[in-house]
């Protein structure tokens, strides 16, 4: 398999943080996607100015359709999800993409040593009641592109669906553990996780192989 390695990062008012990201990225991967959605900031000329491909939403539409666009976007066999504030250790994209490479998974997630938010914890435990799913609402993933574009990825945010419809589709999970990196940025209440909910319930009474 073609083994070049696209990163998608979607971004919404990250001028102060994406530049180091992206820093910390480009030595791991082919090709950066930045998916600006619709920043009010200096965002995507920064991400331009570290040699990214970007894509600029009309829109504010939150971050399934970003990294739906940074999917289709894509070039590489594998694509890479990350957040664009540097939560995520860049230096751990080799151990995500390399049980892809040897034919032992088709999504990998970087399993956080912390979950912040209590309503994520409840939303991925829900997940786990249907499958073995691991992390559910981690923003680092590898997968493979041609399985990520075959996602709908209905719902509010990640938490949940995402891996679930990974195993829906006949995926192969696997995960490596990570140790979230410390920013400055205020961590906002999560109300979307009561919506999620609502998008997650069905896929509990799912057949799924």
Known sequence: MNDKVSAVIPAYNEAKRIGRTL??????VDEI?????ASHDETATI???????????PTN???????KAGFQAASGEIVVTLDADGEFPADVIPMLIRPILDNQADMVQGHRDIVPRPSERFLTWLAQ??????DTGTGLRAIRTPLARKLKLKGACIC????????????????VPIKLQKVDKPRKVAWFHGRQFFYLLPWLFRRIR
């Open 129 to 134: 009641r249907k499958a073995d799913v691991g």
């Open 61 to 67: 539409q939150g971050y399934i359709a970003a990294i």
């Open 160 to 175: 949940g669906v995402f891996s679930l419809e990974v195993v829906a589709n006949g995926g192969r999970l696997a995960e």
């Open 47 to 57: 991400a331009r100015q570290h040699g990214a491909k970007v894509l600029v939403q």
């Open 23 to 28: 820093q910390q990225v480009a030595p791991f």
């Open 33 to 37: 996607i930045v998916i600006d959605d």
